[in-house]
């Protein structure tokens, strides 16, 4: 059932995110990045106590915000940003953008082996999206850092 103390499915770590309206976010989640909705607890009032989705092979938990119980919903949009590694990030970049994100950043070609953008939901939260496109190593990665640190700004 467990390994230790870890259920079955579950990693160590699994993002649990308070929303305003969490039923909205986890149809933008299955129209956006293919979410895969698992279960659901309601209250007696129809909002979403608990839920599990899974994007991949990561679980997310999702709540509405309870604040009797302590859950609150972040009050900065863009304070968490989940990270998504996918096959073909600009269909996932524009699919997620269908279905109602706003752009931060086109995917681009970036120094540290990945195609990468990002996307923020209208729930409060950035994803970063990726597609890891070669292997670079830490050092090969700090080298391109101050490069382009160093590199005169381009309007």
């Known amino acids: 059932m467990t390994k230790n103390g870890t259920p079955n499915g579950m990693h160590t770590v699994t993002a649990h995110l ?19 909705e698992v279960y659901r607890l ?28 302590g859950a609150i919903a972040q009050a900065s949009p863009g304070a968490t940003t989940l990270h998504l590694f996918v096959a073909k990030v600009d269909e996932v970049y524009a699919r997620a953008l269908d279905a109602g994100a706003k752009s931060v950043l086109p995917p681009t070609d970036m120094f540290w082996g990945a195609r990468y953008g990002q996307v923020a939901d209208a729930f409060g939260h950035r994803w970063s999206l990726a597609t890891q496109t070669r292997e670079v190593s830490a050092t090969e990665m700090q080298d391109a850092m101050k490069r382009q640190a160093a590199a005169p700004a381009t309007a």
Do not use: C, L
């Open 42 to 69: 309601s209250t007696p009032d129809g909002k979403i106590a608990h839920a599990e989705i899974r994007i991949g092979d990561s679980p997310i938990w999702i709540s509405d915000e309870q604040p009797n119980m």
């Open 18 to 36: 308070v929303v305003k309206g969490a039923a909205k976010a986890i149809e933008f989640y299955k129209k956006a990045f293919g979410a895969e």
